[in-house]
């Protein structure tokens, strides 16, 4: 499905070891402390944070089972996840991955906007807000992929 060369995996290892150093530099924040020291049963958490809290399902599933996961672990799969939702994005504006230093200019202008445009510590680093927003909107990006295509083929007048 996608066609990748050496130029695509060494600005995917660039953007990944970007998210990692600042996801292993971040300390957990906010309410997320008390979910890691909270020593209830993950279920018991769920239904607590469900009725109590909010109901986000990024929420849920950080308090009832990745909290309790090594926190090294957690930051490393929020920055594999970072990192396929900039490439995501960016095939989804291209409709091709980055191969040229005008690509990776590109993906490094979008991180600068990201940093100083959004709330980026809530939204890459923060682990309930990470998979309220950054997995959920990766996911999303996921889906809209055979759109995307699809609506290419309708430009270019082949359906």
Avoid: H
């Avoid at 990692?20 to 402390?33: A, E, M, T």
């Avoid at 926190?71 to 490393?76: C, G, H, P, V």
């Avoid at 510590?121 to 295509?149: A, C, M, Q």
């Amino acid at each position: 499905m996608f066609a990748t060369s050496y130029k695509t995996i060494i600005f995917f290892l660039f953007v990944f070891l970007y998210f990692l150093l600042l996801n292993i530099f971040s300390p957990p924040q906010g309410d997320d402390w008390n979910y890691i020291l909270s020593n209830r049963d993950s279920i018991k958490n769920s239904i607590d944070v469900f009725l109590n809290w909010n109901s986000r399902l990024g929420e849920l599933l950080f308090s009832s089972n990745l909290s309790q996961i090594p926190q090294n672990l957690f930051d490393f799969l929020n920055a594999i996840v970072a990192c396929v939702f900039i490439f995501l994005f960016f095939y989804i504006l291209f409709l091709r991955f980055p191969n040229n230093l005008c690509d990776f200019a590109a993906i490094l202008l979008t991180l600068l906007l990201l940093l100083l445009l959004l709330s980026f510590e809530e939204v890459f680093l923060w682990g309930s807000g990470s998979l309220n927003y950054l997995w959920g909107f990766s996911l999303s990006l996921l889906f809209l992929i055979p759109y995307r295509k699809n609506l290419q083929i309708l430009k270019m007048g082949g359906g």
